[in-house]
C-alpha cells in the first residue's frame, strides 16, 4: 500500500494508526463536513500509516463503488486541517498527527494479479512447472 520501507512499523505506529483510523471513521461518518463532495460520499479508510515520530500519518481510502476517488482524495486532502482539529479533540496523543489521504490502490493490484494468474498464457506454464515438479518428484530427484 504504501512506501516501502527499511524497517517494518512498530507497534506503537501500528496501534496509534488503527486508533486514528477508527477516530477518522467515526468523524467522517457524522458527515458535518461542508463539502457536499465528501457528505455524499461514501468513504472506506483501509489503513492509517503513521511516520515513527507519529507526527504524520497516512490515510488509505477507497470511495464505495470505486468512482470519483481522485476528486474523494484531493476533498479529504483539502479537509485535513478540520480533519485534524477533530482527532486531536478526541484521541490523546502529544502531538496530534498531520493527515495526507491517498487512495488505496491495493484492490486494483490484487484484481490485477489475479487477472493475470487467470490468463490462459499464465495458467499454461504454472500447470508446465506443476507437472515438472510431479516428474522430479517421482524420479526420486529432490531438485538438489
Do not use: W
Amino acid at each position: 500500500m504504501g512506501a516501502s520501507r527499511s524497517k517494518p512499523p512498530s507497534q506503537r505506529q501500528l496501534r496509534v494508526g488503527e486508533e486514528v483510523r477508527h477516530t477518522l471513521v467515526r468523524v467522517l461518518d457524522r458527515g458535518d463536513l461542508r463539502d457536499p463532495l465528501l457528505c455524499e460520499a461514501n468513504v472506506t479508510i483501509t489503513q492509517v500509516e503513521m511516520s515513527p515520530d507519529l507526527q504524520n500519518a497516512t490515510a488509505f481510502v477507497v470511495p464505495l463503488g470505486g468512482n470519483q476517488s481522485d476528486e474523494i482524495v484531493r476533498a479529504l486532502n483539502r479537509a485535513a486541517g478540520y480533519l485534524r482539529g477533530q482527532l486531536g479533540r478526541e484521541i490523546q496523543l502529544r502531538y496530534t498527527p498531520r493527515i495526507g489521504f491517498e487512495p488505496d490502490l491495493s484492490f486494483d493490484r490484487a484484481d490485477e494479479i489475479e487477472r493475470l494468474l487467470s490468463s490462459p498464457r499464465v495458467r499454461r506454464d504454472l500447470e508446465r512447472a506443476d507437472e515438472s515438479g510431479k516428474d522430479r518428484e517421482e524420479a526420486g530427484d529432490d531438485g538438489a
